[in-house]
């Protein structure tokens, strides 16, 4: 379980980087964050169910509820 809080500054994030690049990486999230894959993970498949994001390959792109 997380915090709405937590997930709701993620998702703004995500909605900002999604306003300049097309891609992102796990990568960019951890250094952005200091968080780790092992939580990472699982909230970047929450954000696919909600649809903020898709994965593609090794990454994210928006998805439809940011498109």
């Known amino acids: 379980f997380w915090a709405q809080s937590p997930l709701r500054k993620l ?4 909605t900002s980087w999604f306003e300049k690049e097309d891609y992102l990486e796990m990568a960019d999230l ?9 939580y990472l993970v699982p909230v970047l ?9 898709r994965r593609t390959g090794d990454g994210r792109v928006a998805g439809k509820q940011l498109s």
């Open 45 to 53: 498949e929450h954000f696919d169910k909600q649809g903020v994001t």
């Open 30 to 38: 951890r250094e952005a964050f200091a968080m780790s894959r092992k």
């Open 11 to 14: 998702q703004d994030w995500i």
